[in-house]
């Protein structure tokens, strides 16, 4: 199964500043999805990140505060934009396929 | 609407027992169940079912689906302390540009007492 790289591992930021999360993969992969997980929750998914064309989001999520970006096969970024304490929650990349659904290693994300 | 229920939200047990976690499913489109343990931050992959009635076993932990009846369990043998986790039942689904996403249940936290 696919290996991810993602980063950063944690981060504490301002309130109204951004944050860009990246995640590597070792193998090309045709869909990339990103997830947040608020404290005590379960992982709702944000949108799903496909090369060559605009992620597609899930209701309650928003382009302008969650910019994607897909520049390759192997590649992602997520930007959490004009954070607010709200945004406070891990954030994880996942590719998926045949073989299962494979997770980066989480980015805990703290926005004071 | 989508929606994958596990039961219970939260066990706590002692070490050498046995536990049953249970996850039901409304999902259109289903195309396979996954388990997945989370200690920390990244979920861990156990195990993937698509067909109905056939077990899956890793070590102490097996996994069944049923189809007809929309539900998976996992169960756990023998536990240990290195159980104690969040344990997330999740349903591959979905449609149009979402096809093929995870929906994840709320997860069962496991205890484990020495």
């Known amino acids: 199964s696919a290996v991810i790289s993602q980063k950063p591992s944690r981060d504490i930021c301002q309130r109204g500043t951004s944050l860009t999360i990246q995640c590597q993969v070792d193998?090309?992969?045709?869909?990339m999805f990103w997830y947040r997980q608020q404290p005590g929750q379960s992982l709702t998914l944000i949108a799903t990140?496909?090369?060559?064309?605009?992620?597609?989001?899930e209701s309650g999520f928003v382009i302008d505060k969650f910019p994607i970006s897909r520049p390759n096969l192997t590649f992602s970024t997520l930007t959490v934009s004009n954070m607010s304490p709200e945004d406070s929650s891990i954030y994880l990349c996942?590719?998926?396929?045949?073989?299962?659904?494979?997770f980066g290693s989480g980015t805990r994300l703290t926005v004071v | 609407e989508d929606k994958v229920v596990q039961s219970p939200l939260s066990l706590v047990v002692h070490e050498g027992d046995t536990v049953t976690l249970n996850c039901s499913y409304e999902?259109?489109?289903?195309?396979?169940l996954l388990w997945y343990k989370q200690e920390k931050k990244a979920p861990t992959f156990l195990f993937m079912l698509?067909?109905?009635?056939i077990e899956k076993k890793s070590g102490r932990l097996s996994s069944i689906l049923d189809k007809k009846e929309l539900f998976s369990i996992l169960n756990i043998t023998a536990t240990q302390t290195g159980d104690s986790a969040v344990y997330l039942c999740?349903?591959?689904?979905?449609?149009?540009?979402?096809?093929?996403?995870?929906?994840f249940g709320k997860g069962t936290k496991l205890s484990v007492k020495p």
């Open positions: 996942s590719v998926g396929g045949y073989f299962g659904y494979t």
């Open positions: 193998s090309q992969v045709t869909m």
């Open positions: 990140a496909n090369q060559g064309s605009e992620a597609t989001y």
């Open positions: 999902v259109t489109n289903f195309r396979s």
């Open positions: 698509t067909s109905s009635g």
């Open positions: 999740a349903v591959v689904g979905g449609y149009g540009g979402s096809q093929g996403n995870l929906i």
